[in-house]
């Protein structure tokens, strides 16, 4: 496997980041199973793996500590905080008081005395960024956490946050994760642009687009959710967005058809071709899926095949807004004035 420099801090990561979100009861629950996959992610390569404070309520965090026994200095370790864990207040947030507390859970979990990244999982809109970004440097200088990092913030976000770091001298943001996907691609238009400008590593989630992109789902499918089954915005095919989702991952299985591959294999391997993105995170949740995704770190895509997807969804365009991980606090109508 070919090795990345993560931004600008001289660690090497695979093109593959192992998210950890479907081990524990929110995916599989089987505790020993979900080591084993940890473990075949790591003999297979992969020296980068994912996980927060929030997944499982804190049992992802947990599997990952103790599948890393023996083995933790030789992979990169990156957490996340700030989505409440209970309905206490504070318990959350970019706060100072949540910051400091929470490090000390999730090291307690993933049984470390040290995480390489630590990511705020979303950008408050009710915390100076200045407040999250003191905290965290405090982190830095007592030796617990290596490199700080940014997830689902715009790009005026990550300006701010570099200017802050820059005016305050306080330890920047190496890294952000944005979502991407052939079927999410608005990060092309100024996100990506502004990482690489300030020298960023990107960490690209659901790249894979929730499903959508591993021929499960197909038009007529058996199988296929319906609104009945999956509620949510992203997975009701009744919508014209959706619906334009579901032609254009048709067109998609001809061409990895035509070009012998399988879907997966051109969704991961289209991810990781961008020039601005460090690692693709996939989030297997048992062994066979982890078997289906690991080939893509060794497919090269040609020009041929980069224009037909190009064809099939424009550089910059999401096809549907609730795929989406930007706005939320700017487009309530309070924001709105209404």
């Given at each position: 496997?070919?090795?990345?420099?993560?931004?600008?801090?001289?660690?090497?990561?695979?093109?593959?980041?192992?998210?950890?979100?479907?081990?524990?009861?929110?995916?599989?629950?089987?505790?020993?199973?979900?080591?084993?996959?940890?473990?075949?992610?790591?003999?297979?390569?992969?020296?980068?793996?994912?996980?927060?404070d929030?997944y499982?309520?804190g049992?992802?965090?947990?599997?990952?500590g103790?599948?890393?026994?023996?083995?933790?200095?030789d992979?990169?370790?990156?957490?996340?905080?700030?989505?409440?864990?209970?309905?206490?207040?504070?318990?959350g947030?970019?706060?100072r008081?949540?910051?400091?507390?929470?490090?000390?859970?999730?090291?307690?979990?993933?049984?470390?005395?040290?995480i390489?990244?630590?990511?705020?999982?979303r950008?408050?809109?009710?915390?100076?960024?200045?407040?999250?970004?003191?905290?965290?440097?405090?982190?830095?200088?007592?030796?617990?956490?290596?490199?700080?990092?940014?997830?689902?913030?715009s790009?005026?976000?990550?300006?701010?946050?570099?200017w802050?770091?820059r005016?305050?001298?306080?330890?920047?943001?190496?890294?952000?994760?944005?979502?991407?996907?052939?079927?999410?691609r608005?990060?092309?238009?100024d996100?990506?642009?502004?990482?690489?400008r300030?020298?960023?590593?990107?960490?690209?989630?659901?790249?894979?687009?929730?499903?959508?992109?591993?021929?499960?789902?197909r038009?007529?499918a058996?199988?296929?959710?319906?609104?009945?089954?999956?509620?949510?915005?992203?997975?009701?095919?009744?919508?014209p967005?959706?619906?334009?989702?579901l032609?254009?991952?048709?067109?998609?299985?001809?061409?990895?058809?035509q070009?012998?591959?399988?879907?997966?294999?051109?969704?991961?391997?289209?991810?990781?071709?961008?020039?601005?993105?460090?690692?693709?995170?996939?989030?297997?949740?048992?062994?066979?899926?982890?078997?289906?995704?690991?080939?893509?770190?060794?497919?090269?895509?040609?020009?041929e095949?980069?224009?037909?997807?190009?064809?099939l969804v424009?550089?910059?365009?999401?096809?549907?807004?609730?795929?989406?991980?930007?706005?939320?606090?700017?487009?309530?109508?309070?924001?709105?004035?209404?």
């Amino acid at each position: 496997m070919d090795y990345r420099l993560l931004g600008r801090t001289g660690v090497s990561v695979s093109p593959l980041c192992l998210g950890t979100m479907m081990f524990g009861p929110w995916g599989n629950d089987d505790r020993a199973d979900a080591i084993r996959v940890i473990h075949h992610a790591l003999d297979a390569g992969i020296n980068f793996v994912d996980t927060a404070d929030v997944y499982s309520g804190g049992v992802s965090e947990e599997i990952v500590g103790e599948a890393l026994h023996g083995r933790r200095d030789d992979v990169v370790l990156a957490t996340k905080f700030f989505m409440p864990t209970d309905d206490q207040p504070n318990h959350g947030g970019g706060s100072r008081k949540w910051i400091i507390q929470e490090v000390e859970n999730s090291l307690r979990r993933l049984k470390t005395d040290y995480i390489d990244l630590y990511q705020v999982h979303r950008p408050s809109p009710t915390t100076d960024v200045e407040e999250s970004l003191g905290a965290l440097t405090d982190l830095v200088h007592q030796g617990k956490i290596r490199y700080i990092g940014s997830s689902s913030y715009s790009a005026s976000q990550i300006v701010e946050a570099q200017w802050a770091s820059r005016e305050r001298n306080l330890a920047r943001f190496v890294t952000e994760q944005p979502p991407y996907s052939i079927l999410v691609r608005g990060i092309e238009e100024d996100i990506l642009p502004t990482a690489q400008r300030y020298g960023m590593g990107t960490l690209v989630y659901s790249p894979l687009s929730g499903g959508w992109l591993t021929g499960r789902w197909r038009k007529d499918a058996p199988g296929t959710p319906t609104s009945a089954a999956r509620p949510s915005a992203r997975f009701d095919m009744s919508t014209p967005a959706n619906q334009r989702k579901l032609d254009v991952v048709e067109g998609l299985a001809l061409l990895a058809e035509q070009s012998g591959m399988t879907m997966i294999d051109l969704a991961l391997a289209w991810a990781i071709n961008h020039p601005g993105v460090t690692s693709a995170i996939i989030g297997p949740r048992t062994m066979e899926q982890l078997d289906s995704q690991l080939p893509s770190a060794e497919v090269a895509l040609n020009t041929e095949i980069l224009d037909r997807i190009d064809e099939l969804v424009a550089p910059g365009v999401t096809l549907n807004a609730d795929d989406n991980s930007y706005g939320a606090a700017e487009l309530t109508p309070e924001a709105r004035r209404r």
